[in-house]
């Protein structure tokens, strides 16, 4: 441990050593991590940003060539970006909102005690478990309108003339991994949720059935602000999770059909590992990255703002 030597004269020297390495104590202890972090995040990182701005393929003889901001200004204008980057508001936003109402009604539901509660808590987390691989295939095969069951039933409602392919429409091609995605993803914000639910005093429930607060004005006034902070951090985490989550789009569709469900994290890949141009691929990753950022600047603002009201 780093302190002040008992034999250093008090002077202001002397007490600037010592405070200097009070300062620098935690990150001596720290370093280890930084300098792990700093290897397999920051690293490849700024090399990959690095390839945004060269030429860089590898059907090309040439080699790496600096190119500046040209394939920025090819992204301007390629429709194909802009289609994926539409699909992926939308792709994101659906999956999210849907994520997190039906994990906000599954956490409400566990916190009330049943027979079997524990053994349902356990089991909600079995979608969570299963590799976003084996979701994907699962279900494509449901929506398979030979041998999977959800064109049938969709036929049997009435919603479809025949039990065609969901995943073959253009127009509603998208909601089959979205719907898959939901059913992948609603044990993260159930799972969260609970915890926080949990941890609200029963006393202010009490206090609040005393002066006669109905059950919506026990939700509204005590367990939402309770849990808008796990909300707010969980939403924003999701979020970046779905946009560059890529498996069950790429499975279930591979983009198709007609690029309808073509999302970036999608383009990205096909761009780097079929067209093996890895600098153009480089530049969407930038692009999505911004995006993000700004995302995130956004919500974490917006929590400063409602926790200051």
């Not at 383009?267 to 999505?288: E, H, M, N, P, Q």
Request: glycine share 8%.
């Amino acid at each position: 441990m780093i302190t002040k030597n008992d034999n250093a004269p008090d002077t202001l020297p002397g007490r600037f050593q010592a405070r200097f390495g009070r300062l620098l104590e935690p990150y001596i202890y720290l370093s280890p991590a930084l300098v792990l972090i700093a290897l397999v995040m920051f690293i490849p990182l700024i090399i990959g940003i690095s390839f945004s701005f060269q030429k860089y393929s590898l059907i090309s003889a040439s080699g790496p060539e600096w190119i500046g901001f040209a394939n920025f200004e090819k992204l301007y204008g390629d429709r194909r970006f802009w289609n994926a980057a539409r699909n992926t508001l939308f792709w994101t936003v659906c999956s999210v909102v849907l994520q997190f109402s039906l994990g906000l009604g599954l956490a409400l539901l566990l916190n009330r005690p049943f027979f079997g509660r524990r053994i349902v808590q356990a089991l909600i987390l079995l979608p969570w478990a299963v590799p976003g691989f084996l979701t994907g295939l699962t279900w494509a095969w449901l929506f398979n309108p030979i041998i999977g069951p959800i064109s049938h039933w969709m036929f049997a409602l009435g919603l479809f003339s025949q039990p065609d392919s969901l995943l073959a429409d253009p127009q509603y091609a998208m909601w089959g991994p979205i719907v898959a995605n939901v059913w992948y993803g609603i044990p993260c914000f159930g799972v969260t949720l609970l915890a926080a639910l949990q941890s609200i005093p029963d006393e202010l429930y009490e206090a609040g059935a005393m002066d006669g607060a109905s059950a919506w004005q026990s939700f509204t006034k005590i367990t939402l602000p309770f849990l808008a902070p796990m909300i707010a951090i969980t939403v924003l985490l999701r979020t970046i999770w779905v946009a560059n989550f890529a498996d069950l789009v790429f499975i279930m569709t591979g983009g198709g059909p007609a690029n309808s469900t073509q999302i970036l994290p999608n383009y990205i890949f096909t761009t780097a590992f079929r067209k093996l141009d890895f600098g153009y691929a480089a530049a969407i990753s930038v692009a999505l990255l911004v995006l993000l950022f700004i995302y995130a600047g956004i919500l974490l603002h917006m929590r400063r703002t409602l926790v200051k009201v």
